[in-house]
């Protein structure tokens, strides 16, 4: 029976890693929506006070400009949160693994 709580635990601990990570990525999602968000409503303030076509023309330029290399930016740091998550969990399966198969072979053995 201990043999069957350690895994059933293994397998809990697993679960809370997936989703520590899924609310990790949702974290930095809505941080850089609401990021975003916020340079829309100034795109918005900024084309209203252009007196000249061509001022809003700019303005416009520089906010796609921005807003390319931000999410660009963005997809890299997501991609390594990935990695990082990734790592992590891979080490902590391995550690769990390790650990129910040491007690489950001594259990055998004994």
Do not use: N, P, W
Not at 17 to 44: N, T
Not at 74 to 88: I, N, P, Q, V, W
């Amino acid at each position: 029976m201990i043999g069957t709580q350690k895994f059933a635990v293994t397998a809990m601990r697993l679960q809370a890693q997936a989703l520590k990570a899924s609310v990790r990525y949702q974290i930095e999602l809505l941080s850089f929506f609401k990021h975003r968000c916020e340079k829309d409503l100034k795109l918005v303030d900024d084309l209203v006070e252009s007196d000249e076509l061509t001022e809003a023309f700019d303005v416009m330029s520089a906010f796609l400009q921005g807003a390319a290399d931000e999410y660009a930016t963005e997809a890299s740091r997501f991609a390594t949160l990935g990695s990082k998550l990734a790592a992590d969990t891979a080490k902590r399966v391995r550690k769990e693994t390790d650990g129910a198969t040491e007690d489950f072979a001594a259990r055998t053995i004994s």
